[in-house]
T-cell receptor, first 111, second 114 residues
Framework: QKEVEQNSGPLSVPEGAIASLNCTYS??????FFWYRQYSGKSPELIMS??SNGDKEDGRFTAQLNKASQYVSLLIRDSQPSDSATYLC???????????WGAGTKLIIKP | GAGVSQSPSNKVTEKGKDVELRCDPI?????LYWYRQSLGQGLEFLIY????????KSGLPSDRFSAERTGGSVSTLTIQRTQQEDSAVYLC????????????FGEGSRLTVL
């Protein structure tokens, strides 16, 4: 069974520090990996996608993919209170349209 | 509009009634998904439409749930004989093509069944 695992948190990080969010997945055939942010009471929004091993940076966000170890991470540098949200990891297995979603990690940035 | 539009944003209904939820995807997006999210829970896949292909209905929880997509654009999710356990936020998302996970979500329809 294809699964995506995330620590539910909450993960508490002081403002200005680096927040590190992790996600593991079960299938080595996975092709594409996505991080979505969901504020409380709102719908998810895509913040990062990564398709190949290594790091991908976009502003304060860095996605890291290690297919051999089957994990994908999201780093948020210079964390701000506005980054407080639930972060959802989603994986596309076998180039299928079906995304498998993690349950999300709740991140709290403390001023 | 520029984004995915869902209506109603909020629906309160009595147990046993039927409800219809509507989704208008981003123009040009051929793929459309319906998800359900209960309070504090993750996303539960319901149904997927892609162009004129037969939809993937594998996530629909019971035969009380159905969905259609007319003209490859607007979609309607219908729940018949609603039950209290149907209470949740119903999210619609669209994407530009298949086999991408780059989904754009609407604001959701919050359904409360009394």
């Amino acid at each position: 069974q294809k699964e995506v695992e995330q620590n539910s948190g909450p993960l508490s990080v002081p403002e200005g520090a680096i927040a590190s969010l992790n996600c593991t997945y079960s299938d080595r055939g996975s092709q594409s990996f996505f991080w979505y942010r969901q504020y409380s009471g709102k719908s998810p929004e895509l913040i990062m996608s990564i398709y190949s091993n290594g790091d991908k940076e976009d502003g304060r966000f860095t996605a890291q993919l290690n297919k051999a170890s089957q994990y994908v991470s999201l780093l948020i540098r210079d964390s701000q209170p506005s980054d407080s949200a639930t972060y959802l990891c989603a994986v596309n297995f076998d180039s299928n349209y079906q995304l498998i979603w993690g349950a999300g990690t709740k991140l709290i940035i403390k001023p | 509009g520029a984004g995915v539009s869902q209506s109603p944003s909020n629906k309160v209904t009595e147990k046993g009634k039927d409800v219809e939820l509507r989704c208008d995807p981003i123009s040009g997006h051929t793929a459309l998904y319906w998800y359900r999210q209960s309070l504090g829970q993750g996303l539960e896949f319901l149904i997927y439409f892609q162009g004129n292909s037969a939809p993937d209905k594998s996530g629909l929880p019971s035969d009380r749930f159905s969905a259609e997509r007319t003209g490859g654009s607007v979609s309607t999710l219908t729940i018949q004989r609603t039950q209290q356990e149907d209470s949740a936020v119903y999210l619609c998302a669209s994407s530009l093509a298949t086999n991408t996970g780059e989904l754009f979500f609407g604001e959701g329809s919050r359904l409360t069944v009394l």
